[in-house]
């Protein structure tokens, strides 16, 4: 029987193991089949249809055709190298995150696999359409003031955002509460 270093069951233990496995790939290999999707049938249907965009809410929310060149807000707008390199970094450091510090921690799985699902999709629009994302919903927050137009991929960055506050809070809540049994 070999033995194990301090390091080998260092990386034993943090490692997500098959359920950790299925939620993250579930989620982002799930998250970026619907957004690939969503682009692909709402801009196609746009062109054909309603070339103008679509009320979904009277007055609230629209289904618009808007090529972005930039990041989140037109951030960086032109910059497509830095972009596209932003992007793989973020799609590694997910990674690595996941394999070595996820272990038994469903909800920050869950979290880097939305996460890994935006950048790739946003990505994947960046190396196949020109340096452009392809965004179609137009919320209106206030009478004539638009929010600027997002995608699945953006919603699911927000939400892999949120969800790693939570676990952030939680973890902290959980450190808390052993340093003060000690």
């Known amino acids: 029987m070999l033995k194990q270093t301090g390091s ?33 049938a709402v801009f196609s249907w746009l062109q054909r249809r309603h070339p ?44 690595v995150i996941f394999l070595f510090r996820s272990r038994a ?6 979290a880097l696999g939305l996460f890994f699902a935006g950048v790739c999709g946003n ?6 359409n020109g340096g452009f ?7 209106v927050y206030w009478p004539g003031r ?4 997002f995608n699945v991929a953006d919603s699911m960055l927000c939400a892999a955002v949120g969800l790693l506050v939570i676990e952030g809070l939680r973890d902290g809540r959980h450190k808390a509460v052993e340093g003060s049994s000690q």
């Open 123 to 128: 990505l994947y629009d960046r190396l196949f």
């Open 8 to 40: 080998e069951k260092k990386t034993a233990a943090a490692s997500p193991g098959f359920s950790g496995h299925m939620v993250f790939w579930s989620v982002a290999v799930g998250g970026l089949g619907l957004d690939l999707w969503s682009k692909a």
């Open 146 to 149: 638009h929010w600027p137009a």
């Open 105 to 110: 921690r469903i909800l920050l799985q869950a």
């Open 133 to 139: 994302v392809r965004d179609f919903i137009d919320v």
């Open 52 to 95: 103008t965009g679509f009320d979904l809410v009277n007055g609230l929310v629209r289904l618009v055709a808007v090529q972005n060149a930039g990041a989140a807000f037109g951030i960086a707008s032109g910059r497509r190298v830095l972009l596209i390199a932003v992007s793989a970094v973020a799609v590694a450091a997910v990674v």
